[in-house]
C-alpha cells in the first residue's frame, strides 16, 4: 500500500491526521485514548495563563436531520494548571513516541511571557509550537489570541520573540476572522515562522431558543459570540488555504490544514490545495475517536487507485487550477443531460429551474409519470439541476463549446464583442 506517513518540519507521525488544540487534546487521558484509536499526532490544547471557563459551553446548528452540521464554542485556554499539563504531556511522550506532539500556546503580551512559556513547555521534549493567533472569543478581549493574528505588525512582532527562544519548530495558527489570511501569513513567515495552520474558528452566534429568547449556549441568561467550525466552515477554510498556498512568500512554509475535515475525502482536498498534513476536531467530538480508522484506509486505497506513493506526490496539486475569474474560458459551455433510464421523476430539477434559474426544463405531463427534458438552446450550464437532483449521475453536464479558441473576460472586452440582448 502507499506510504502516508507524514514528516512536517521533521515532526514525523505514521499519518497525516491529527487532532487539533481543542477538547479533545485538554489532558493525558484524552491523548492517550486517541492514539491507542491511531491518530498520528496532537496539538494540546492551548496552554498559557490558567483561565476560568463557564458552563454551558457549546451550541450547533443542525440541517435537515443531521446533527451538528456547524458547532459553536465558547470555552477558552485550558483551565487546568499548567505545571499539570506539562507533566502529562512528558507522560504521553513516553508512552507514544513515535506520535506528534505539538503543544498550542497563548501566553501574555510581553516577550518575558513568551520566553518563558516556551522554556517551560520545550522541557517536556515537545516536538513542536503553535501559536494560537485565532481564539475568536475570551482571549481577545484580553488583546490574546485572535486579537494579535488580525494585526500583521503585532503578529510579526510575537513570532520573533518567539523564535528568539524557539529550539523546536514553531507553527502560527491563523485567524479567519479577517478579509484575508494572507497579510497575518505573510508577516508571520517574515517574522520567522516555521510553518503556518490555519483556520482557527469562526466568530458567530449558531441560533436563539425561540422560548427563551437567549442565543445559544445560554450562560445564566446571556451568551456571548463563539468559535464557529465543523463541516460548514470546510468551504472557508479552502478558500483560505489557497490564497497561503498561492502568495510566492508564504507556499515557502509547510501549513497544517484546519477546518471542518470529517473524512479522508475532505482531509485529500486540503493536501491537494497545499496542506501537508491535517488538523481535526469537531468531527472527533461527534463521532468519537475511531473515526481516524476510515481515514487512514481510505487514503490509502484512493492513494493506490490514483498510483500516488507518497503524500508529498499530491500535495499541492491541485492548486494552479484556481484562477482569477476574469481568467475563466468563456468559451468552455456545458449542457445538461437527463439520463430518462435513471429518472425518479421527482421534479426536483424542473422547479429548480423554472422558479429559480433559466427555464431551461421542459415538463411533458404523463401518467403514470412525468417527463423531464433539458432545453438544450436555453440552458446555460448553470449546474442547479445536477446539484438538487436526489440520483447520482442522473444529470450530468456535457461539454458543448462556444468555440474551439480559449477566450478570457478580457480578451471579450478588447475585442468588443456583443453581450447578451434577452
Not at 479522508?264 to 468531527?283: H, I, P, R, Y
Amino acid at each position: 500500500m502507499a506510504d502516508i506517513s507524514s514528516n512536517f518540519l521533521g515532526i514525523k507521525s505514521p499519518n497525516p491526521f491529527w487532532l487539533a488544540s481543542a477538547p479533545p487534546t485538554d489532558k493525558k487521558i484524552n491523548v492517550l485514548r486517541a492514539f491507542e484509536a491511531g491518530w498520528g499526532g496532537v496539538v494540546w490544547k492551548t496552554l498559557g495563563t490558567q483561565v476560568k471557563n463557564v458552563s454551558s459551553r457549546y451550541s450547533a446548528v443542525d440541517y435537515h436531520g443531521s446533527r451538528v452540521m456547524g458547532f459553536n464554542n465558547i470555552e477558552l485556554i485550558s483551565d487546568r494548571p499548567l505545571d499539570i499539563n506539562l507533566i502529562e504531556i512528558k507522560e504521553v511522550l513516553k508512552e507514544f513516541p513515535d506520535r506528534a506532539m505539538v503543544v498550542s500556546l497563548m501566553a501574555d503580551n510581553d516577550r518575558e511571557s513568551w520566553h518563558e512559556l516556551i522554556k517551560k513547555v520545550q522541557d517536556t521534549g515537545a516536538h513542536g509550537l503553535e501559536l494560537n493567533f485565532g481564539c475568536p472569543h475570551g482571549m481577545t478581549e484580553r488583546g490574546m489570541g485572535a486579537a494579535v493574528g488580525q494585526d500583521p505588525e503585532i503578529a510579526r512582532m510575537v513570532v520573533e520573540w518567539v523564535m528568539e527562544i524557539a529550539t523546536i519548530p514553531v507553527i502560527t495558527k491563523l485567524t479567519p476572522n479577517v478579509h484575508s489570511v494572507v497579510p497575518t501569513g505573510l508577516a508571520s513567515v517574515l517574522g520567522g515562522t516555521n510553518a503556518l495552520s490555519l483556520i482557527n474558528t469562526i466568530q458567530s452566534v449558531t441560533g436563539i431558543d425561540l422560548d427563551t429568547l437567549i442565543p445559544n449556549p445560554n450562560v445564566g441568561g446571556k451568551s456571548a459570540f463563539g468559535g464557529y467550525c465543523g463541516p460548514a466552515v470546510k468551504p472557508i477554510a479552502l478558500k483560505f488555504l489557497t490564497t497561503i498556498a498561492q502568495n510566492e512568500i508564504t507556499r515557502k512554509v509547510p501549513v497544517s490544514g484546519i477546518g471542518g475535515i470529517s473524512t479522508w475525502k475532505d482531509a485529500v482536498e486540503f493536501m491537494l490545495l497545499g496542506a501537508s498534513n491535517v488538523q481535526v476536531c469537531t468531527a472527533a467530538m461527534k463521532h468519537g475517536f475511531r473515526i481516524v480508522e476510515d481515514m487512514i484506509e481510505g487514503l490509502n486505497y484512493w492513494m493506490d487507485d490514483k498510483g500516488f506513493k507518497t503524500l508529498n506526490d499530491f500535495i499541492g496539486k491541485s492548486v494552479h487550477t484556481m484562477s482569477n475569474w476574469e481568467d475563466l474560458d468563456i468559451n468552455y459551455h456545458v449542457i445538461a443531460n437527463i439520463n430518462q433510464d435513471k429518472c425518479v421523476h421527482c421534479g426536483l430539477c424542473y422547479i429548480a429551474c423554472e422558479d429559480t434559474s433559466h427555464q431551461s426544463i421542459t415538463l411533458d405531463y404523463g401518467k403514470p409519470y412525468n417527463k423531464y427534458t433539458i432545453k438544450e438552446e436555453e440552458c446555460v450550464g448553470c449546474n442547479l439541476c445536477n446539484l438538487v437532483c436526489p440520483v447520482d449521475d442522473c444529470i450530468t453536464m456535457v461539454e458543448h463549446r462556444k468555440a474551439d479558441e480559449y477566450m478570457n473576460w478580457k480578451d471579450f472586452q478588447r475585442l468588443g464583442l456583443p453581450l447578451n440582448d434577452h
